[in-house]
């Protein structure tokens, strides 16, 4: 084979250039199978996420908004199509490269929280630490759970907390290893509209503050009206992009 060095195409990108999308979907399908039945959640998604962006996820339950943000996460892979964190598809890594990308790329905050009740907050905080190989968490763990304004309570077992104080928890837990994107699934669900409100508002500063690049699935309004962008799903598509 020959290459003539004078028409080589232009040089791409790299992955991580400041052009490129954090988190993009190519022409996403996913299909899951139900009792041998075929369910589409997702159906020819393609939709980019640029670093910093506080990005809204909204549609009817069913719509395919978790399935979204469990690719978003490397948690699952499509069908059909890629997703891309920072330039690297997450369907190409190997089981190294995945929890080397989760680790370092992503946090997860859900609805019902998801702390380890056998732990302390602190603790709780500590684990991403821990797993990432940190031996002393603990002057890190601290310094995030001032942050979320939970400090004097580090030391209580979690079933002690209030609901708020629990998702706080869980968005120290979430962000203490530096993530790029938060990835948050009815973070506000299971709290009344003012503690709502109020994680929706430490949210809004992480994503501020820190770059925190936030994609937050939601049927609340306020957590929408706080978003720079609205992204709209119906059946499995992106019906409005924001
Ligand atoms: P949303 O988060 O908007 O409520 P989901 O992403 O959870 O929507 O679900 C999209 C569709 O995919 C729904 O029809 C749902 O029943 C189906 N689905 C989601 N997860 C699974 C699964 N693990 N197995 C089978 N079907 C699933």
Redesign the pocket.
């Known amino acids: 084979m020959t290459i003539e060095t004078g028409t080589l195409p232009p040089k791409p990108p790299p992955p991580s250039s400041a052009a490129a999308p954090l988190l993009s979907f190519d022409a996403v399908e996913k299909d ?1 199978s ?1 009792e041998g039945e075929r ?1 589409r ?1 997702l159906d020819g998604v393609s939709l980019d996420i640029g670093s910093g962006e506080f990005v809204a996820l909204v ?1 009817r ?7 979204l943000l469990h690719l978003a996460g490397a948690l699952d892979f499509p069908t059909a199509g890629h997703v891309r964190l920072a330039g690297t598809a997450t369907d190409t890594l190997n089981e190294a490269g995945l929890t080397r990308l989760r680790r370092e790329m992503v946090g997860f905050v859900f609805q019902s929280f998801q702390l380890l009740n056998t732990l302390s907050v602190v603790e709780n905080v500590e684990v991403p630490l821990l797993l990432a190989g940190e031996t002393h968490p603990r002057p890190h763990a601290m310094e995030r759970l001032a942050e979320v304004g939970l400090a004097e309570l580090a030391h209580r077992m979690t079933h002690q907390l209030s609901g708020g104080q629990m998702q706080r928890v869980a968005i120290a837990r979430a962000l203490v290893h530096g993530p790029r994107v938060l990835l948050a699934d009815e973070p506000t669900g299971n709290l009344d509209t003012a503690t709502g409100n109020a994680i929706l508002q430490l949210l809004r500063r992480m994503c501020d503050e820190h770059g925190v690049t936030v994609l937050m ?1 939601t049927h609340s309004a306020e957590a929408a009206a706080l978003a720079n962008r609205v992204v709209r ?1 119906r059946d499995g598509r992106v019906v409005e992009a924001g």
Do not use: I, L, P
Not at 61 to 67: A, F, I, N, P, R
């Open positions: 899951y139900n369910v959640a549609g339950s069913g719509c395919g908004k978790s399935t699935a799903m």
